[in-house]
């Protein structure tokens, strides 16, 4: 049974032996409606990653972001644990708009915390931001048995925000747990603004 979250709440992934390995991490988003007859502006562009961080929490090779982030530049990290399913431009369409899987074994002992973001691509740019967005979250799945194991609803007003801090997976005396976040960020029209935060 799935567990709704709250902002804040942890679970655990991996404690008492539940056999979880591999999780699949949906991200979602919709476009609020816009009134107004005259032409619509750009999409809005979200993108998702995964910051890799270290014991201390900060970030893990600040010199080299295919070890340090993954992104859609970045679709794979070396160790294979951690794959971005590519880019949404848009977010149209039901259901999740970009997914990352993470394979729980593979992660690097050096891993202690991946933190799942959300930032709109060129969001000052293009004069958008978070209130122009509804309906977010972020839901684990366990891979094997299509299960969903906990949902976040961003249900917060997050007007003028370009980025935000949606949750993170990370160590906990040798287990697995999730964190629901939703920290929002201001400036996040560049990722590396979301990776400052961890340097």
């Given at each position: ?78 160790s ?19 997914q ?11 891993v ?5 973001t ?65 920290q ?8 590396q ?7």
């Amino acid at each position: 049974m799935s567990i709704n979250l709250q902002k804040g709440q942890k679970i655990e992934l991996t404690k008492h032996g539940t056999g979880l390995r591999k999780v699949l991490v949906g991200l979602g988003w919709d476009e609020a409606q816009r009134s107004g007859f005259f032409s619509r502006p750009q999409p809005i562009d979200c993108d998702a990653s995964v910051i890799l961080c270290g014991a201390n929490g900060k970030i893990l090779n600040p010199s080299n972001v295919n070890d340090t982030l993954i992104y859609f530049g970045n679709l794979r990290h070396p160790s294979g644990a951690i794959i971005h399913q590519g880019d949404n431009l848009t977010g149209a369409g039901d259901g999740d708009d970009e997914q990352i899987t993470v394979d729980l074994a593979l992660v690097p002992p050096n891993v202690d915390k991946m933190v799942f973001t959300v930032n709109i691509y060129d969001g000052r740019a293009r004069k958008q931001h978070f209130g122009m967005i509804k309906n977010a979250f972020i839901h684990l799945i366990d891979m094997q048995t299509r299960a969903e194991i906990c949902r976040f609803n961003l249900s917060e007003n997050y007007n003028n925000m370009t980025g935000l801090i949606v949750g993170e997976i990370y160590r906990y005396k040798g287990e697995w747990k999730f964190n629901a976040i939703g920290q929002p960020v201001q400036e996040a029209s560049r990722l590396q603004s979301l990776i400052e935060l961890y340097r």
